[in-house]
């Protein structure tokens, strides 16, 4: 019996046999074949910077990633590392790494089991893999093959360099954090605690230590519970390694991390370029897919220095004395014709990493009426410059929106509706060109200009014809849609860098030249564009209200924009502006700046009321330091499509029969309106929510006035704050702070929008 069953299992044996051997073969050619193709090891690769370099306009390096303040990048020694800090990194990474050869087999057969047993990805690199990764492979996946050239390389590293030396050159490349300010281990401890890496303390040395096996998730400004959790890990397994007693470890456990971490004045973390950097940056992610941080590249940028530094001194408060520090800004500046970005406002006082104000979206007010309104005008229902609207009693449903000075002025023009932001000229014409076109229409221009329209919930609601959005426009969407609009409608995607190289593979992005190539005729003809600009330009020159700041700049078209709070608002803030803008272009510039409060400043009740003429003020500043720069540029010429009769435009082949010279441009007395309440309009969403009627017209004047003497502009003046509806969570109305930007949305957060 026994014998037969033998003999049935010796076959057996024989093809296990050889399927073994054959895997084994197999295993060592693919192994083999791995090894050829395997980048030979090079001891230079490992001991260079690694660090990704970012140039300005001129050529010259501007930020070295990892540098301190002085853009200087400290890589320190073994004999700098405390033994607190060698001791916590070892537990956390490689508890076997002064014993192993550059591999730990008994390490990836734990890891293999566990990720077998989970399905997760945990790693069982080792320190040396890690820093072989980092150098050779920064940015491939996690494949077999990778690992193998990985485990090949490390093992030769281990033979060429001492395990001191390679536990420095893996703390000098590594990041310890979400900020560009945190790779490395010397910039890590400046960014982190101010302090040198010999003065690191044993729960200093554990949170970074934790912070390396997810830098994004642990970092504590950011994370501060996750960092801690991961810190007291760190301490316990350097007791389970004998690094520290127990005692040691339950003394650590009882400092506060929040207590030891610096603020981001003490380590001088808000460098003049920090929020241009942070643009930069997350562009290359966008554009290639890499981590400046982690893949050695260089970055060539269109940042102007000398405005960056500029920008950045006036968001400061080093141009003007800001009484409020509660106060936030945003900005940006762009070539008009090419779509460059030369400078931004991160936000005031900016530090690396931090929300970027350039970026965020904010409550437009009337700074949409020119293309939004008016501009779809042209385009859809031909228009001319000379088209005449009915100001008078408006209503649908919830929504009765009103004028930021609470009267109605008869039949008039649109140059006149727009150089005045008046209300319900803009919504009439806005609910014809929706009827026309639809939400898909609105849509389709709107995102042809540049304007993200993901989460705008319902463009086709009329509180949009007065800024009142779901989710806004950043500074850096308006200077794009108003370069687009002063270029004959010409889009040229926004952009900070011409190129990159990457250093490892010598591969190139040419950013710019792709841009200019993809350059494309947006959803406004060249000649509905042209009339915009040409109706924008013709009465800015005659520098009323805060437009009065942009005298002495040449060709230049504005508008501005004042968003306020809903009639509703239970915090006394009912009526009162909370959002101002001003955007201007000239043949070479557009800049575009917001100011406003955020979470912090809307608790404490604060309003923009007094700073109307802010963002006049700084745009003016900075389109005069842009024109020392003698430039040659003139606006794209009027197109053949376009004619002229008189002082109005109109396209070619259209009617020109409703024009301004038939009608009246001022109401009479009679036409004044007595209703002061203070309707919410709510129309049909709660889009923002407009108080139309409230105005707050106490802050007239403040700054300069857009109207005559009140700063209309920014001020509820007497307008009501309807443009702007209740979206998502700022009742931010909408008002242009313009000549009069008084927009009024539905409902919910009235504007002004002067």
């Known amino acids: 019996m026994k014998t037969r069953t033998l003999k049935k299992l010796k076959p057996i044996r024989i093809i296990g046999t050889i399927a073994l051997a054959s895997a084994i073969v197999l295993a060592g050619v693919l192994g083999f074949n791995i090894y050829k193709d395997t980048e030979a090891f090079d001891a230079d690769k490992l001991l260079s910077s690694g660090a990704s370099v970012m140039y300005d306009s001129n050529g010259e390096v501007m930020y070295t990633y990892g540098s301190d303040e002085n853009g200087t990048r400290e890589n320190i020694t073994y004999d700098d590392l405390p033994q607190v800090l060698v001791d916590a990194v070892i537990a956390a990474e490689d508890s076997r790494f002064f014993e192993h050869n550059g591999f730990d087999l008994p390490r990836i057969a734990k890891a293999a089991i566990s990720n077998l047993a989970t399905g997760g990805r945990q790693g069982g690199s080792t320190i040396t893999q890690q820093l072989i990764k980092k150098t050779y492979f920064p940015n491939a996946e996690k494949t077999y093959t990778r690992k193998l050239s990985e485990v090949f390389l490390a093992i030769q590293a281990d033979k060429q360099l001492s395990k001191e030396e390679i536990l420095t050159l893996y703390l000098n490349k590594i990041y310890f954090g979400r900020s560009t300010r945190s790779i490395g281990i010397a910039a890590a401890c400046k960014y982190y605690f101010n302090k040198d890496v010999s003065e690191l303390t044993l729960p200093e040395a554990a949170l970074l230590a934790g912070s390396l096996n997810s830098p994004y998730n642990y970092d504590p400004y950011y994370c501060l519970d996750k960092a801690t959790n991961r810190r007291n890990t760190i301490l316990n397994l350097m007791v389970v390694h004998g690094y520290i007693t127990q005692e040691e470890c339950d003394q650590a456990k009882q400092v506060k991390i929040e207590n030891t971490l610096c603020t981001s004045s003490s380590t001088s973390n808000n460098s003049t370029l920090a929020a241009y950097v942070d643009l930069v940056t997350e562009e290359v992610k966008e554009r290639t897919g890499l981590d400046p941080k982690e893949v050695q590249m260089n970055i060539y940028t269109y940042c102007d220095k000398d405005t960056q530094e500029l920008a950045t001194a006036i968001a400061n408060g080093d141009k003007y004395d800001y009484s409020d520090e509660d106060m936030r800004m945003g900005g940006a500046i762009q070539s008009s014709q090419d779509g460059r970005i030369v400078a931004i406002i991160g936000g005031r006082n900016y530090s690396y990493g931090l929300l970027n104000f350039a970026t965020a979206k904010q409550q437009p007010g009337s700074s949409v009426k020119p293309f939004l309104d008016y501009g ?57 060109v929706t009827k026309k076109i639809g939400k898909s229409g609105v849509v389709s221009a709107m995102e042809s200009l540049g304007i993200d329209m993901s989460k705008q919930k319902d463009p086709a609601n009329l509180s949009y014809a007065i800024g009142g959005w779901t989710t806004g426009i950043s500074p850096l969407e308006m200077a794009s849609t108003y370069a687009t609009i002063s270029n004959n409608g010409l889009y040229t995607e926004s952009h900070t860098i011409n190129y990159i190289e990457i250093v490892q593979t010598g591969r190139v992005y040419n950013v710019d030249e792709d841009i200019q190539d993809e350059a494309k005729q947006s959803d406004y003809s060249k000649a509905s564009a042209f009339m915009v600009r040409e109706v924008m330009l013709d009465y800015t020159k005659n520098g009323s209200g805060n437009y009065a700041y942009l005298s002495g700049i040449d060709n230049v078209g504005a508008k501005t924009g004042t968003s306020n709070w809903a009639s509703s608002k239970g915090n006394g803030m009912g009526g009162k502006s909370r959002d101002l803008w001003m955007t201007a272009y000239t043949p070479d510039y557009v800049c575009s700046v917001w100011m406003g409060f955020d979470k912090t400043g809307i608790d404490k009740g604060k309003t923009t009321s007094r700073y109307k003429a802010y963002p006049g003020k700084v745009v003016q500043m900075l389109l005069k330091h842009l024109q020392k720069n003698d430039s040659n540029k003139i606006y794209p010429e009027q197109p053949s499509t376009v004619i002229k009769d008189g002082n109005e435009y109109y396209k070619k082949g259209t009617s020109h029969s409703h024009h301004a010279s038939e009608t009246t441009e001022e109401a009479t007395e009679e036409q004044t309106t007595e209703n002061t309440d203070d309707t919410t309009s709510q129309d049909t969403g709660n889009q923002g929510t407009t108080d139309q009627g409230n105005t707050d017209q106490s802050s007239q004047n403040q700054g300069t006035s857009e109207q005559g003497t009140t700063d209309q502009g920014t001020t509820n003046q007497g307008t009501t704050n309807q443009g702007t509806t209740d979206q998502g969570t700022t009742d931010q109305g909408t008002g242009s702070q313009g000549n009069q930007d008084s927009s009024t949305t539905p409902d919910t957060s009235q504007n002004t929008n002067q």
């Open 376 to 432: 779809l005008a042209f385009e859809n229902l031909d228009w001319c410059t000379g088209q005449t609207i009915v100001d008078e009693p408006y209503s649908k449903g919830n929504f009765k929106p009103k004028n930021w000075d609470r009267k109605f002025h008869g039949t008039v023009s649109v140059t006149s509706a727009l150089e005045n932001s008046w209300n319900i000229p803009a919504i009439k014409t806005y609910e014809e």
